[in-house]
C-alpha cells in the first residue's frame, strides 16, 4: 500500500519491504529453516523484482532491521538515508562479531569469566581487564617464589657436607631467624615436597 500511494526513494521501499517481509515471517520458521541461503537468495531476487529494486537495497536493509533495528523506522519516513543507517549498522554487526569472537577466545581461556559476562556481571572488556590482573598477580607471585628458592636451595646445597651446622651458635643469631628442631623439620618436610613437584614436573 505504501508503494502505491507513497512516492518514495529505493532506500525507503527496500526498508519498508524487508520490514514486512520480517513481520509477515514471524511465528513461523524462518528462511534458514525452511531451505537456507539458496532459498533466500531467490525469495530476494524475487521481492526485488516484484518491487522494482536490486537485491543490494534489501541486502542492506536486512542489514539494517538485524543490526540497527531503531534506525528502522526513521529510513522509512525518509528522516534518515538507506545507506547511513546501513554504515551504523554494518559497524555495530562488526561489534558484535568481535564482541563474540572475544568471548569465545575468553571462554577457552577462563570459561568462569566468560560466564559472568554471559550472565551481565561483567563487560567483556571488564572480564578481560580481570584476566590481565590475574595473570600479572600470578606472574609477581612465581617470580618471588623463584628468587626466594633460588636463594635459599644453592646455599643449603653448598654447606652439605660441610662443619656449617657443627658451629652453629645460637648466640649469634639474627633476630626472628632461630634454627630449631621444628624449623629443620619443616624444611625437611618443603624439600621432600619440592623433590616431588620436580619430579612430576620433569624439571633437571
Not at 49 to 74: C, E, K, M, W, Y
Request: charged share 25%; with cysteine.
Amino acid at each position: 500500500m505504501n508503494l502505491h500511494r507513497r512516492h518514495l526513494s529505493k532506500g525507503q521501499v527496500a526498508m519498508i519491504t524487508v520490514k514486512a517481509r520480517s513481520e509477515s515471517e514471524q511465528g513461523g520458521r524462518s528462511e534458514s529453516e525452511q531451505g537456507g541461503r539458496s532459498d533466500s537468495e531467490q525469495t530476494a531476487r524475487a521481492l526485488g523484482n516484484q518491487v522494482g529494486i536490486a537485491v543490494a537495497f534489501l541486502g542492506r536493509a536486512s542489514t539494517v532491521l538485524q543490526h540497527a533495528p531503531n534506525l528502522v523506522d526513521a529510513v522509512i519516513n525518509g528522516t534518515m538515508g538507506l545507506d547511513e543507517a546501513y554504515s551504523i549498522a554494518r559497524e555495530n554487526k562488526e561489534r558484535a562479531n568481535g564482541a563474540e569472537a572475544q568471548l569465545a577466545r575468553l571462554r577457552a581461556e577462563d570459561p568462569q569469566l566468560a560466564d559472568r559476562v554471559v550472565e551481565g556481571e561483567l563487560t567483556i572488556q571488564g572480564a578481560w581487564a580481570e584476566r590481565k590482573a590475574r595473570q600479572e598477580e600470578d606472574l609477581r607471585q612465581r617470580r618471588v617464589a623463584t628468587n626466594l628458592l633460588c636463594e635459599i636451595l644453592p646455599a643449603l646445597a653448598q654447606i652439605r657436607g660441610s662443619r656449617t651446622f657443627a658451629q652453629y651458635d645460637p648466640e649469634l643469631v639474627p633476630p626472628g631467624r632461630a634454627v630449631t628442631r621444628e624449623v629443620i623439620e619443616h624444611a625437611a618436610t618443603a624439600l621432600a615436597e619440592m623433590a616431588a613437584v620436580w619430579k612430576d614436573r620433569n624439571l633437571p
